[in-house]
């Protein structure tokens, strides 16, 4: 069963608006961590935010938020102010305490943002 | 800057030539993977160290084999590449293999096989 699901093959954001990019996820663990990398197309994958499953507010980094909602296990990325460096590959992970298992990827999200 | 560094950038190998990549950090981090990243897909994870203990993926084939001399480096083998192996390979650490301790990766070696 796939854990990690990005139902927006691709999207486009003018530049300077807001753009949220969907994440769920399945788990029956109740400890796990949640993260988002970017992909440009240079391929280095880069780390933008975590966030745990105890923690009690949304992380935000700088022009980024994740929309993290418990229930509905969604972990969506907010971009605020989108900038064209912005265009991109972003992945969500998931990675559960039980067995130390993996970082688990979703399949991705290609962000284009348009001048 | 403490970083991931992987060598080369860019691989070419001729079908069934073994061929080693190579990756190296100065975060002094505890564990390394390996990832498979072909095109337009996720990277997917073959193995880890945890310090020297090795974790293989039920699903990673015997062609690949991975070695860690010491904390910095780490090395992928493949013994003999198909054209199916060809793919960005990342490797990344992270501190602990707790669930908040992000990856850190370094910038890829892209493998062409011909």
């Known amino acids: 069963a796939q854990k990690i699901t990005q139902t927006q093959p691709g999207m486009f954001v003018q530049e300077k608006e807001a753009v949220t990019l969907d994440c769920t996820y399945d788990?029956?663990?109740?400890?796990?961590?949640l993260f988002w990398y970017k992909q440009p197309s240079s391929g280095e994958m880069i780390f933008l935010i975590y966030?745990?499953?105890?923690?009690?507010q949304n992380a935000t980094e700088g022009r980024y938020s994740l929309n993290f909602q418990k229930a509905r296990k969604s972990a969506n990325l907010v971009i605020s102010a989108s900038q064209l460096g912005d265009s991109a590959m972003y992945f969500c992970?998931?990675?559960?305490?039980?067995?130390?298992?993996?970082?688990?990827f979703g399949k991705g999200t290609r962000l284009s943002v348009i001048a | 800057d403490a970083m991931v560094i992987q060598n080369p950038r860019y691989q070419v190998t001729q079908f069934g030539k073994p061929v080693t990549l190579s990756c190296s950090q100065t975060?002094?981090?505890?564990?390394m993977y390996w990832y498979q990243q072909k095109s337009s897909q996720a990277p997917k994870l073959l193995f880890h160290?945890?310090?020297?203990?090795?974790?293989n993926e039920a699903d990673t084939p015997d062609n690949f084999q991975s070695r860690r001399p010491n904390t910095s480096f780490c090395f992928l083998d493949i013994r003999s590449p198909g054209l199916g192996d060809a793919a960005m390979y990342l490797c990344?650490?992270?501190?602990?293999?707790?669930?908040?301790?992000?990856?850190?990766f370094g910038n890829g070696t892209r493998l062409t096989v011909t």
């Open positions: 990344a650490t992270s501190s602990e293999l707790s669930t908040n301790s992000p990856l850190h």
């Open positions: 788990t029956s663990d109740p400890s796990y961590g």
């Open positions: 966030q745990g499953s105890y923690d009690q």
């Open positions: 992970a998931m990675r559960e305490k039980a067995g130390n298992t993996p970082l688990v």
């Open positions: 975060l002094n981090h505890n564990v």
């Open positions: 160290y945890y310090d020297k203990d090795f974790n």
